[in-house]
Protein backbone atom coordinates (compact mmCIF):
# COMPACT_ATOMS: atom_id res chain seq x y z
CA UNK A 1 0.00 0.00 0.00
CA UNK A 2 1.83 3.21 -1.31
CA UNK A 3 1.34 6.59 0.55
CA UNK A 4 -0.35 4.92 3.67
CA UNK A 5 -1.98 6.89 6.30
CA UNK A 6 -3.13 5.60 9.13
CA UNK A 7 -5.88 8.65 10.62
CA UNK A 8 -7.50 8.35 7.03
CA UNK A 9 -7.27 4.41 6.77
CA UNK A 10 -9.01 4.26 10.53
CA UNK A 11 -11.93 6.94 9.07
CA UNK A 12 -12.32 5.35 6.31
CA UNK A 13 -12.98 1.56 7.87
CA UNK A 14 -14.93 2.73 10.77
CA UNK A 15 -16.35 6.52 9.78
CA UNK A 16 -14.93 7.36 13.11
CA UNK A 17 -13.06 10.46 14.27
CA UNK A 18 -9.78 10.81 13.82
CA UNK A 19 -7.22 12.38 16.26
CA UNK A 20 -3.51 12.39 16.62
CA UNK A 21 -1.46 13.74 19.66
CA UNK A 22 1.70 14.27 20.49
CA UNK A 23 2.65 12.87 23.50
CA UNK A 24 4.79 14.84 26.07
CA UNK A 25 8.60 14.95 25.89
CA UNK A 26 10.04 14.32 29.47
CA UNK A 27 13.07 14.29 30.79
CA UNK A 28 14.75 11.30 32.21
CA UNK A 29 16.04 13.08 35.41
CA UNK A 30 12.56 14.43 36.15
CA UNK A 31 11.63 12.33 39.24
CA UNK A 32 8.01 14.11 38.88
CA UNK A 33 7.20 13.37 35.37
CA UNK A 34 4.43 10.90 36.45
CA UNK A 35 2.80 13.14 38.01
CA UNK A 36 2.77 16.10 35.58
CA UNK A 37 -0.22 18.03 34.06
CA UNK A 38 0.34 16.78 30.40
CA UNK A 39 1.47 13.17 31.54
CA UNK A 40 -1.86 13.49 33.60
CA UNK A 41 -3.72 14.37 30.57
CA UNK A 42 -2.40 11.80 28.43
CA UNK A 43 -3.24 9.61 30.88
CA UNK A 44 -7.34 10.75 31.29
CA UNK A 45 -7.40 10.44 27.40
CA UNK A 46 -6.50 7.04 27.51
CA UNK A 47 -8.82 5.93 29.82
CA UNK A 48 -11.79 7.88 28.64
CA UNK A 49 -11.07 6.15 24.83
CA UNK A 50 -11.28 2.46 25.94
CA UNK A 51 -13.94 3.70 27.88
CA UNK A 52 -16.02 4.79 25.22
CA UNK A 53 -14.57 1.72 22.82
CA UNK A 54 -12.73 3.90 20.71
CA UNK A 55 -9.87 2.96 18.83
CA UNK A 56 -6.10 3.96 19.60
CA UNK A 57 -3.13 3.21 18.83
CA UNK A 58 0.76 4.27 19.65
CA UNK A 59 4.09 4.79 17.53
CA UNK A 60 7.93 6.37 17.75
CA UNK A 61 8.46 8.64 15.40
CA UNK A 62 11.51 8.00 12.96
CA UNK A 63 14.10 11.17 13.59
CA UNK A 64 16.89 9.87 11.30
CA UNK A 65 16.37 7.61 8.24
CA UNK A 66 18.47 4.94 9.52
CA UNK A 67 15.92 4.02 12.32
CA UNK A 68 13.39 3.37 10.45
CA UNK A 69 13.66 -0.72 10.11
CA UNK A 70 16.24 -0.80 13.40
CA UNK A 71 14.68 -2.81 16.37
CA UNK A 72 15.27 -0.21 19.78
CA UNK A 73 17.06 -1.75 22.52
CA UNK A 74 14.10 -1.98 24.22
CA UNK A 75 12.42 -4.46 21.65
CA UNK A 76 10.10 -1.58 20.03
CA UNK A 77 9.82 -1.08 16.77
CA UNK A 78 9.77 2.54 14.94
CA UNK A 79 7.15 3.43 12.60
CA UNK A 80 5.24 0.23 13.54
CA UNK A 81 1.86 1.31 14.91
CA UNK A 82 1.06 -0.54 18.23
CA UNK A 83 -2.42 -0.83 19.79
CA UNK A 84 -3.25 -0.32 23.15
CA UNK A 85 -6.02 -2.26 24.08
CA UNK A 86 -6.46 -1.87 27.98
CA UNK A 87 -4.46 0.17 30.91
CA UNK A 88 -5.01 -1.45 34.66
CA UNK A 89 -3.60 0.04 37.97
CA UNK A 90 -2.23 -2.33 40.44
CA UNK A 91 -0.49 -2.66 43.55
CA UNK A 92 2.92 -4.39 43.57
CA UNK A 93 4.02 -6.69 47.24
CA UNK A 94 0.50 -6.83 47.78
CA UNK A 95 -0.72 -9.95 47.94
CA UNK A 96 -3.22 -12.80 49.58
CA UNK A 97 -5.20 -10.91 52.67
CA UNK A 98 -2.63 -7.52 52.01
CA UNK A 99 -4.72 -6.87 48.60
CA UNK A 100 -7.81 -5.73 50.83
CA UNK A 101 -5.78 -2.89 52.35
CA UNK A 102 -4.01 -2.01 49.00
CA UNK A 103 -0.88 -1.42 50.83
CA UNK A 104 1.92 -2.02 47.96
CA UNK A 105 3.50 0.39 45.44
CA UNK A 106 0.91 1.42 42.96
CA UNK A 107 1.47 1.47 39.42
CA UNK A 108 -0.24 2.04 35.96
CA UNK A 109 0.34 -0.48 33.33
CA UNK A 110 -0.77 -0.37 29.94
CA UNK A 111 -1.17 -3.38 27.55
CA UNK A 112 -0.42 -3.11 24.04
CA UNK A 113 -0.50 -5.25 20.76
CA UNK A 114 1.96 -5.63 18.12
CA UNK A 115 0.11 -6.34 14.65
CA UNK A 116 3.54 -7.71 13.37
CA UNK A 117 3.37 -10.01 16.25
CA UNK A 118 7.37 -11.02 15.48
CA UNK A 119 8.58 -8.44 18.74
CA UNK A 120 7.75 -7.46 21.42
CA UNK A 121 8.60 -5.36 24.50
CA UNK A 122 11.91 -6.64 26.83
CA UNK A 123 11.62 -4.09 29.30
CA UNK A 124 9.65 -4.03 32.91
CA UNK A 125 6.88 -6.26 33.03
CA UNK A 126 7.46 -7.94 29.49
CA UNK A 127 6.18 -11.80 29.57
CA UNK A 128 9.44 -13.04 30.41
CA UNK A 129 10.52 -10.07 33.32
CA UNK A 130 10.98 -10.74 37.20
CA UNK A 131 8.57 -7.88 38.14
CA UNK A 132 5.43 -10.53 37.48
CA UNK A 133 6.50 -12.38 40.35
CA UNK A 134 5.64 -9.10 42.71
CA UNK A 135 1.91 -9.98 41.48
CA UNK A 136 0.20 -13.34 42.89
CA UNK A 137 -0.56 -15.10 39.59
CA UNK A 138 -4.13 -15.84 40.98
CA UNK A 139 -4.14 -11.75 41.68
CA UNK A 140 -2.67 -11.34 37.95
CA UNK A 141 -5.76 -12.92 36.68
CA UNK A 142 -8.55 -11.70 38.73
CA UNK A 143 -7.52 -8.47 37.65
CA UNK A 144 -7.06 -9.89 34.00
CA UNK A 145 -3.49 -9.20 33.83
CA UNK A 146 -3.24 -12.26 31.32
CA UNK A 147 -0.99 -12.48 27.90
CA UNK A 148 -4.29 -13.13 25.48
CA UNK A 149 -2.40 -13.13 22.23
CA UNK A 150 1.12 -14.06 21.45
CA UNK A 151 1.84 -10.41 20.33
CA UNK A 152 -0.26 -8.59 23.25
CA UNK A 153 2.78 -7.47 26.09
CA UNK A 154 2.31 -5.04 29.14
CA UNK A 155 4.74 -2.16 30.32
CA UNK A 156 4.81 0.49 32.94
CA UNK A 157 2.99 4.08 31.62
CA UNK A 158 5.95 5.56 32.67
CA UNK A 159 7.92 3.63 29.89
CA UNK A 160 5.20 4.07 27.79
CA UNK A 161 5.65 7.74 28.30
CA UNK A 162 9.00 7.73 27.33
CA UNK A 163 9.26 5.79 24.88
CA UNK A 164 6.14 6.05 22.43
CA UNK A 165 5.94 9.75 20.80
CA UNK A 166 2.60 9.86 19.18
CA UNK A 167 -1.35 8.51 19.98
CA UNK A 168 -3.74 7.97 17.13
CA UNK A 169 -7.03 7.97 18.27
CA UNK A 170 -10.29 6.83 16.23
CA UNK A 171 -13.86 7.87 17.91
CA UNK A 172 -15.94 5.30 17.23
CA UNK A 173 -19.60 6.56 18.17
CA UNK A 174 -22.58 4.84 18.75
CA UNK A 175 -25.85 6.44 16.84
CA UNK A 176 -29.16 5.19 15.98
CA UNK A 177 -28.22 3.26 12.75
CA UNK A 178 -26.84 0.73 14.17
CA UNK A 179 -27.84 0.60 18.30
CA UNK A 180 -27.60 -2.72 18.37
CA UNK A 181 -23.81 -2.76 18.53
CA UNK A 182 -23.49 -0.26 20.94
CA UNK A 183 -26.08 -1.54 23.51
CA UNK A 184 -24.89 0.22 26.82
CA UNK A 185 -23.36 2.92 25.57
CA UNK A 186 -24.92 6.68 25.58
CA UNK A 187 -26.83 7.27 21.94
CA UNK A 188 -24.89 9.46 20.16
CA UNK A 189 -26.53 12.85 17.35
CA UNK A 190 -24.90 14.11 14.07
CA UNK A 191 -24.98 16.85 12.82
CA UNK A 192 -23.36 17.12 8.45
CA UNK A 193 -22.57 20.08 6.34
CA UNK A 194 -21.17 20.66 2.90
CA UNK A 195 -18.92 23.65 2.01
CA UNK A 196 -16.43 25.67 0.18
CA UNK A 197 -13.78 28.49 0.03
CA UNK A 198 -14.84 30.18 -2.65
CA UNK A 199 -12.70 33.51 -4.31
CA UNK A 200 -13.21 36.19 -3.92
CA UNK A 201 -15.48 36.83 -0.65
CA UNK A 202 -15.27 33.42 1.58
CA UNK A 203 -11.74 32.40 1.50
CA UNK A 204 -10.29 34.86 3.61
CA UNK A 205 -7.56 32.88 5.54
CA UNK A 206 -6.96 32.30 9.34
CA UNK A 207 -7.72 34.45 11.87
CA UNK A 208 -4.79 36.73 13.01
CA UNK A 209 -4.79 40.10 15.22
CA UNK A 210 -3.55 42.20 12.20
CA UNK A 211 -6.33 40.95 9.67
CA UNK A 212 -9.20 39.55 11.87
CA UNK A 213 -11.99 41.16 9.64
CA UNK A 214 -10.35 39.47 6.57
CA UNK A 215 -10.85 35.99 8.53
CA UNK A 216 -14.26 36.38 8.60
CA UNK A 217 -14.86 36.25 4.91
CA UNK A 218 -14.74 32.30 5.14
CA UNK A 219 -17.79 30.06 5.50
CA UNK A 220 -19.93 30.34 9.07
CA UNK A 221 -21.92 28.10 10.58
CA UNK A 222 -24.42 28.54 13.97
CA UNK A 223 -24.28 26.02 16.08
CA UNK A 224 -27.15 25.84 18.62
CA UNK A 225 -26.03 23.88 22.17
CA UNK A 226 -29.42 23.42 24.35
CA UNK A 227 -28.22 21.85 26.95
CA UNK A 228 -25.71 22.82 30.14
CA UNK A 229 -22.99 21.08 28.92
CA UNK A 230 -22.22 18.71 25.95
CA UNK A 231 -19.54 16.96 24.69
CA UNK A 232 -18.50 17.64 21.05
CA UNK A 233 -16.40 15.87 18.56
CA UNK A 234 -15.83 18.40 15.59
CA UNK A 235 -14.04 16.88 12.02
CA UNK A 236 -13.36 19.31 9.25
CA UNK A 237 -12.66 17.25 6.06
CA UNK A 238 -11.34 19.03 2.72
CA UNK A 239 -11.96 17.45 -0.77
CA UNK A 240 -8.43 16.05 -2.18
CA UNK A 241 -7.25 17.88 -5.11
CA UNK A 242 -5.05 16.81 -7.68
CA UNK A 243 -1.45 18.80 -8.60
CA UNK A 244 -0.33 18.76 -12.06
CA UNK A 245 1.04 15.32 -12.04
CA UNK A 246 -1.95 13.50 -10.58
CA UNK A 247 -0.34 13.70 -7.03
CA UNK A 248 -3.42 14.20 -4.13
CA UNK A 249 -2.80 17.62 -2.69
CA UNK A 250 -4.54 19.04 0.83
CA UNK A 251 -4.04 22.57 1.65
CA UNK A 252 -3.32 23.51 5.13
CA UNK A 253 -6.77 24.25 7.23
CA UNK A 254 -8.55 24.66 10.39
CA UNK A 255 -10.88 25.86 12.10
CA UNK A 256 -12.25 28.62 14.99
CA UNK A 257 -14.87 28.86 17.02
CA UNK A 258 -16.90 31.90 18.91
CA UNK A 259 -19.38 32.68 21.19
CA UNK A 260 -22.02 34.97 19.88
CA UNK A 261 -25.34 36.63 20.50
CA UNK A 262 -28.12 34.32 21.97
CA UNK A 263 -30.33 35.19 19.13
CA UNK A 264 -27.87 35.64 16.20
CA UNK A 265 -29.20 34.97 12.55
CA UNK A 266 -26.33 36.49 10.13
CA UNK A 267 -23.54 36.74 9.25
CA UNK A 268 -20.64 38.37 11.64
CA UNK A 269 -18.75 41.32 10.63
CA UNK A 270 -16.93 42.51 13.15
CA UNK A 271 -14.41 40.68 15.53
CA UNK A 272 -15.63 41.45 19.14
CA UNK A 273 -13.98 39.37 21.10
CA UNK A 274 -11.31 36.46 20.33
CA UNK A 275 -12.36 33.37 19.19
CA UNK A 276 -12.78 30.69 22.21
CA UNK A 277 -11.76 27.35 20.46
CA UNK A 278 -9.01 27.38 17.99
CA UNK A 279 -8.08 24.25 16.32
CA UNK A 280 -4.92 23.00 14.95
CA UNK A 281 -3.74 23.59 11.58
CA UNK A 282 -3.28 20.62 9.16
CA UNK A 283 -1.79 19.66 5.82
CA UNK A 284 -4.17 16.92 5.44
CA UNK A 285 -7.70 15.52 5.20
CA UNK A 286 -8.99 15.74 8.44
CA UNK A 287 -8.69 18.03 11.46
CA UNK A 288 -10.13 16.97 14.62
CA UNK A 289 -11.11 18.64 17.93
CA UNK A 290 -12.80 17.31 21.00
CA UNK A 291 -14.05 18.66 23.91
CA UNK A 292 -16.93 20.67 25.87
CA UNK A 293 -19.11 22.87 25.01
CA UNK A 294 -21.66 24.87 27.35
CA UNK A 295 -24.98 26.47 26.93
CA UNK A 296 -25.50 28.82 24.12
CA UNK A 297 -25.37 29.63 20.63
CA UNK A 298 -21.60 29.65 18.74
CA UNK A 299 -20.88 30.34 14.88
CA UNK A 300 -18.02 28.03 13.76
CA UNK A 301 -15.61 29.20 10.84
CA UNK A 302 -13.77 27.05 8.81
CA UNK A 303 -10.72 28.38 7.23
CA UNK A 304 -7.44 27.37 5.18
CA UNK A 305 -4.19 28.76 6.31
CA UNK A 306 -3.07 31.22 3.28
CA UNK A 307 -6.22 33.27 2.16
CA UNK A 308 -7.66 33.13 -0.99
CA UNK A 309 -7.66 29.67 -1.75
CA UNK A 310 -10.64 27.45 -3.25
CA UNK A 311 -11.52 24.01 -1.62
CA UNK A 312 -14.07 21.95 -0.93
CA UNK A 313 -14.72 20.86 2.96
CA UNK A 314 -17.56 18.65 4.97
CA UNK A 315 -18.03 19.14 8.69
CA UNK A 316 -18.98 16.65 10.59
CA UNK A 317 -20.17 17.16 14.36
CA UNK A 318 -20.77 14.14 16.99
CA UNK A 319 -22.32 15.24 20.11
CA UNK A 320 -23.81 13.09 23.37
CA UNK A 321 -27.36 15.67 22.68
CA UNK A 322 -28.47 16.82 19.79
CA UNK A 323 -26.98 19.76 18.32
CA UNK A 324 -27.93 22.46 15.60
CA UNK A 325 -25.58 23.01 12.93
CA UNK A 326 -26.76 25.95 9.99
CA UNK A 327 -25.12 27.57 7.80
CA UNK A 328 -24.72 31.43 8.21
CA UNK A 329 -24.74 32.86 4.82
CA UNK A 330 -27.31 36.29 5.09
CA UNK A 331 -25.32 39.31 6.15
CA UNK A 332 -28.35 41.00 7.43
CA UNK A 333 -32.21 40.29 7.02
CA UNK A 334 -33.23 40.75 3.48
CA UNK A 335 -35.67 43.40 2.98
CA UNK A 336 -37.56 41.41 0.14
CA UNK A 337 -38.33 38.49 2.16
CA UNK A 338 -38.71 39.70 6.09
CA UNK A 339 -40.12 43.47 4.88
CA UNK A 340 -43.38 43.00 3.18
CA UNK A 341 -45.02 46.30 1.20
CA UNK A 342 -45.62 49.36 3.50
CA UNK A 343 -43.73 47.88 6.45
CA UNK A 344 -40.44 49.80 7.00
CA UNK A 345 -37.07 47.97 6.49
CA UNK A 346 -34.17 47.89 9.12
CA UNK A 347 -32.02 51.18 9.46
CA UNK A 348 -29.73 50.37 12.00
CA UNK A 349 -28.60 47.64 14.40
CA UNK A 350 -28.52 47.32 18.17
CA UNK A 351 -25.81 45.00 20.29
CA UNK A 352 -26.32 44.33 23.76
CA UNK A 353 -25.12 42.80 27.02
CA UNK A 354 -27.10 42.49 29.91
CA UNK A 355 -23.86 42.14 32.16
CA UNK A 356 -25.85 41.93 36.02
CA UNK A 357 -28.02 43.54 38.51
CA UNK A 358 -26.62 44.46 42.16
CA UNK A 359 -28.89 45.60 44.99
CA UNK A 360 -32.29 44.03 44.25
CA UNK A 361 -35.01 44.00 46.99
CA UNK A 362 -35.31 39.98 48.41
CA UNK A 363 -34.94 37.68 46.20
CA UNK A 364 -33.41 34.56 45.29
CA UNK A 365 -33.46 33.12 41.84
CA UNK A 366 -33.42 35.96 39.21
CA UNK A 367 -33.36 36.05 35.17
CA UNK A 368 -33.55 39.30 33.10
CA UNK A 369 -35.35 40.08 29.73
CA UNK A 370 -34.66 42.25 26.82
CA UNK A 371 -37.00 43.90 24.85
CA UNK A 372 -36.44 45.88 21.62
CA UNK A 373 -39.57 46.79 18.75
CA UNK A 374 -41.87 43.93 19.21
CA UNK A 375 -38.47 40.94 20.25
CA UNK A 376 -37.88 39.91 23.54
CA UNK A 377 -34.76 37.53 24.15
CA UNK A 378 -34.45 36.12 27.75
CA UNK A 379 -31.55 35.22 29.98
CA UNK A 380 -30.93 31.62 31.82
CA UNK A 381 -32.21 32.02 35.35
CA UNK A 382 -29.16 32.82 37.95
CA UNK A 383 -29.83 30.98 41.49
CA UNK A 384 -29.55 31.92 45.02
CA UNK A 385 -28.04 35.70 44.06
CA UNK A 386 -29.02 39.58 44.99
CA UNK A 387 -26.47 39.99 42.53
CA UNK A 388 -26.77 38.17 39.11
CA UNK A 389 -24.27 37.88 36.38
CA UNK A 390 -26.32 37.15 33.29
CA UNK A 391 -24.10 37.79 30.99
CA UNK A 392 -27.31 38.32 28.11
CA UNK A 393 -25.71 39.07 24.92
CA UNK A 394 -28.50 40.21 22.06
CA UNK A 395 -28.60 41.66 18.72
CA UNK A 396 -31.39 43.53 17.38
CA UNK A 397 -32.19 44.71 13.93
CA UNK A 398 -33.97 48.07 14.05
CA UNK A 399 -36.77 49.92 12.15
CA UNK A 400 -37.40 52.22 14.52
CA UNK A 401 -34.21 53.89 16.66
CA UNK A 402 -36.44 56.60 18.60
CA UNK A 403 -38.11 53.32 20.69
CA UNK A 404 -36.65 52.53 23.34
CA UNK A 405 -34.66 49.16 24.54
CA UNK A 406 -35.77 47.88 27.23
CA UNK A 407 -34.46 45.86 30.35
CA UNK A 408 -36.72 43.75 32.75
CA UNK A 409 -35.44 41.90 36.23
CA UNK A 410 -37.69 39.11 37.32
CA UNK A 411 -37.43 36.86 40.01
CA UNK A 412 -38.58 33.11 39.12
CA UNK A 413 -41.45 31.59 41.01
CA UNK A 414 -42.35 28.17 41.22
CA UNK A 415 -46.04 27.92 38.71
CA UNK A 416 -45.20 30.66 36.25
CA UNK A 417 -45.96 33.26 39.03
CA UNK A 418 -43.07 35.39 38.55
CA UNK A 419 -42.36 38.27 40.48
CA UNK A 420 -41.41 41.51 38.77
CA UNK A 421 -38.89 43.37 39.76
CA UNK A 422 -37.75 46.48 38.01
CA UNK A 423 -36.51 47.63 34.60
CA UNK A 424 -34.27 49.93 32.89
CA UNK A 425 -34.93 52.21 29.71
CA UNK A 426 -32.33 52.37 27.43
CA UNK A 427 -31.98 54.88 24.50
CA UNK A 428 -32.23 53.16 21.04
CA UNK A 429 -31.02 55.97 19.30
CA UNK A 430 -28.10 55.37 16.76
CA UNK A 431 -24.10 56.27 18.24
CA UNK A 432 -22.48 54.19 16.25
CA UNK A 433 -19.98 52.69 19.09
CA UNK A 434 -20.37 50.79 22.42
CA UNK A 435 -21.14 52.51 25.65
CA UNK A 436 -20.95 51.01 29.19
CA UNK A 437 -24.27 51.78 31.43
CA UNK A 438 -25.46 51.30 35.09
CA UNK A 439 -28.91 52.39 35.23
CA UNK A 440 -31.90 52.27 38.62
CA UNK A 441 -34.41 50.28 38.42
CA UNK A 442 -37.89 51.57 37.61
CA UNK A 443 -41.49 50.60 37.12
CA UNK A 444 -42.67 49.71 34.06
CA UNK A 445 -45.76 51.27 32.15
CA UNK A 446 -47.29 54.38 33.70
CA UNK A 447 -45.57 53.36 36.94
CA UNK A 448 -41.83 54.19 35.64
CA UNK A 449 -41.44 57.45 37.73
CA UNK A 450 -41.03 54.81 40.50
CA UNK A 451 -37.33 53.88 42.24
CA UNK A 452 -37.42 50.13 42.21
CA UNK A 453 -34.34 48.86 44.98
CA UNK A 454 -31.58 47.92 42.36
CA UNK A 455 -29.05 48.71 39.68
CA UNK A 456 -29.05 47.10 36.35
CA UNK A 457 -25.22 47.20 33.92
CA UNK A 458 -25.28 46.82 30.29
CA UNK A 459 -22.99 47.29 27.40
CA UNK A 460 -25.22 48.66 24.31
CA UNK A 461 -24.30 49.93 21.08
CA UNK A 462 -26.39 50.85 18.09
CA UNK A 463 -24.64 51.61 14.38
CA UNK A 464 -26.68 52.66 11.41
CA UNK A 465 -24.44 50.28 9.27
CA UNK A 466 -25.84 46.63 9.51
CA UNK A 467 -22.87 45.11 8.57
CA UNK A 468 -21.25 46.65 11.46
CA UNK A 469 -21.25 43.77 14.01
Known amino acids: MEDFNLLDALSDITSGFPQQISIPVLQESDEERIVSSDVIHIKEIMNNTLAEGSLMCCSILVREPSEQSAITESG ?116 VALGAWTRPNHAGGAYSSIGKDAWLHNPQYRLDVSHPKIELILELVQKEQQLHDGTPHYTKVGFNILKVEENREHRIHKVSNPPIITSDYVQGRNVVWKGDLTKGRYVLIPTTHEPHIAAEFMIRLHSDTEIKLSELIDDYPDPFLNCPPFVTKPVAVTQITVVGATGLAECENTFCIVKVEGESLQSEIVYNSREPQWGLQGIFYRKDVCKPVIVECWESKPQHFDRFLGSAVLSGESDNEMISLKKSLVGKGDKRTELHPGEIEVLIATYDDLMAI
Open 76 to 191: LVPVHNYVVTATKEIHLDCTGHQSMFKTGEKILLVRLRHPWGSKEWNGPFSEESLEWTRIEIGERNKLGLVFEEDSEFWMPFEDFISKFDLLTICHIKSHSILPSLHKGRPMWHEA
